[in-house]
């Protein structure tokens, strides 16, 4: 997802560790590469390679705890001051003059008894207040760094497929439903959105050059509405289809029996979901309500979906 809204902080402290499970001790510089801090106990072939915790959600702590903390107590590779890491969301990026990292996850699971903060005061922010990474671009860090915080934009495009809208003989419904319930997707689940919509006849040709142009420019997710049931017209699902590196066909079997057993005419979908390229495109009936009640099923799965197309194994 493309990179914008970039905030600075300062690195505090950079801190080592070769055993897990144990607080590291800061050191003046650390080496990171493809599997993460050289010399790390932590580095290897996974998507938490490095931590981070921000120098605030220590000193609060320590605050509340009667006492002081030092820097790598909580395990974390990187310490940081002035930016709030509590933001954050898997696939922004933290940049350095020399190194890249990709935040992969928020917390994570407690190891109770396994974690020396835990083992001293019977609990640990890490889990819920540290940050976890993999490196795209390794190098030399130090504390004084500079470290900027760039956040990822979802880039979204909406067709609606309908000769009559394109024509002008009515209203669009159905795509401004679909733009305003990403919107609040977005919003909730903490990611900047760009989203973009359009009118299309029921044309493959006009369909299939849209698509080509969303995978080729790396929109990351098309949604259509329209053109998905089976009058002479209807053609989106097979122009998908046939552009389709992979198809994802549970979700939309799920959502055609589930609703189907309450409008037997939902069966007749024959909406698609599928992959070009690193591009989600999910195909949606042209109402109102279908696009309601596609997308609360989608959005269920979407984060994981776009997980998944970046290389990361959330399992």
């Not at 006849?201 to 998905?228: M, Q, Y």
Request: one cysteine or more.
């Amino acid at each position: 997802m493309t990179m914008e809204n970039a905030s600075e902080g300062i690195i505090v402290s950079v801190n080592l560790s070769n055993q897990k499970g144990t607080s590291k001790t800061p050191v003046s510089q650390i080496e990171l590469n493809e599997k993460g801090v050289a010399g790390d106990a932590h580095a290897g072939n996974w998507h938490r390679q490095v931590s981070l915790m921000a120098s605030e959600s220590i000193e609060r702590f320590g605050k509340t705890k009667g006492r002081t903390f030092s820097w790598g107590d909580f395990a974390e590779n990187i310490t940081t001051r002035g930016l709030d890491l509590s933001t954050l969301a898997p696939l922004d990026r933290l940049i350095t003059t020399t190194i890249e990292l990709e935040v992969t996850q928020i917390g994570k699971k407690c190891h109770g008894g396994g974690c020396a903060i835990y083992q001293e005061v019977g609990e640990c922010i890490m889990p819920r207040e540290g940050i976890f990474c993999r490196v795209l671009r390794g190098g030399i860090l130090r504390g004084g760094d500079t470290i900027t915080l760039r956040r990822r934009t979802l880039h979204c495009r909406v067709i609606t497929l309908s000769d009559r809208a394109f024509a002008g003989m009515y209203q669009d419904r159905s795509g401004p439903r679909v733009c305003a319930l990403l919107e609040a997707f977005c919003e909730q689940a903490g990611w900047q959105a760009r989203i973009e919509s359009g009118v299309l006849p029921d044309d493959a040709e006009h369909l299939t050059a849209a698509l080509i142009a969303a995978r080729d420019t790396g929109e990351h997710l098309v949604i259509t509405t329209g053109g998905t049931g089976i009058g002479p017209r209807d053609i989106t699902p097979e122009v998908v289809a046939r552009l389709a590196d992979k198809e994802i066909p549970g979700i939309m079997e799920y959502i055609r029996l589930t609703t189907g057993a309450r409008k037997p005419n939902a069966l007749l979908s024959r909406s698609v979901a599928a992959v070009l390229g690193n591009t989600l495109v999910y195909t949606l009936p042209g109402s109102e309500n279908a696009v309601e009640e596609y997308l609360s099923e989608i959005t269920k799965t979407l984060p994981h979906a776009l997980y998944m197309i970046n290389g990361l194994d959330m399992h």
